[in-house]
């Protein structure tokens, strides 16, 4: 079945280490997105890639990094200067045209 | 520039009594329309979307919701609550894939239902 998978499903990070959220999709969506969503806020964008080796900083990308090498692949990275990355992290995945995401089942990280 | 309001953060239903979810919104282009439910700890789920065909979108479990040009409203609403309808819901507006396809997401409507 094409999905979106993202791996660990918890993570627990100690501060000042960086950390890396995976993304993976088989559904052949050109662009992939990385939320970030925090209680009572919604959810915030922080990059997207619409086409491999591009990216575009979202809302809130200060702390962050990506890298889009793969089509299938999108990982995030959290840095130690992201000053409160304790969240639920979201990737998605959309094909031009379709006016459709879907949405992987998120990770919850916790800085300890 | 695009945004969306959610008019309530908590609504508390009975089950089998109607449910409605206010979203207000405002988008330069033709907009796209989603509303989304998220379970505890789970990814988003798509319950219905507009992409401006039909006025009145009927989505998965009963759910349906009615795009307003005049009142910039997309109001989600259903019949009759179930206990599992109990989650949290966001109404979402889609920017122009051309300007990078971004959802731009409403606070979220917390849906509670009683016995």
């Known amino acids: 079945d094409g999905g979106i998978t993202q791996s660990p499903k918890y993570l627990f990070r100690k501060e000042g280490q960086n950390v890396t959220l995976s993304c993976e999709q088989n559904?052949?969506?050109?662009?992939m997105y990385w939320y970030r969503q925090d209680p009572g806020q919604g959810l915030r964008l922080i990059y997207y890639?619409?086409?491999?080796?591009?990216?575009q900083k979202g809302d809130i990308a200060e702390g962050y990094s990506v890298s889009r090498e793969k089509k299938e692949s999108f990982p995030l990275t959290v840095t130690s200067a992201q000053k409160n990355p304790t969240a639920f992290y979201l990737c998605?995945?959309?094909?031009?045209?379709?006016?459709?995401?879907?949405f992987g089942s998120g990770t919850r990280l916790t800085v300890v | 520039a695009q945004s969306v309001t959610q008019l309530d953060s908590h609504v508390s239903v009975s089950e089998g009594t109607p449910v409605l979810l206010r979203c207000n919104y405002s988008?330069?282009?033709?907009?796209?329309l989603f509303w989304y439910v998220q379970h505890p700890n789970k990814g988003l789920q798509l319950l219905l979307k507009?992409?401006?065909?039909?006025?009145l979108v009927k989505g998965i479990n009963g759910f349906e919701a009615e795009f307003k040009k005049s009142e910039t409203s997309f109001h989600l609403t259903k019949p009759s609550a179930h206990m599992s309808d109990a989650a949290e819901y966001f109404c979402?507006?889609?920017?122009?894939?051309?300007?990078?396809?971004?959802?731009?997401f409403g606070q979220g409507t917390e849906l509670s239902v009683k016995p």
């Open positions: 998605a995945s959309s094909i031009q045209g379709a006016n459709g995401y879907t």
């Open positions: 559904l052949n969506h050109d662009a």
């Open positions: 890639s619409q086409i491999v080796n591009d990216f």
């Open positions: 988008s330069s282009y033709s907009p796209s």
């Open positions: 507009y992409t401006s065909a039909a006025t």
């Open positions: 979402v507006v889609s920017g122009p894939y051309n300007q990078g396809g971004k959802l731009i």
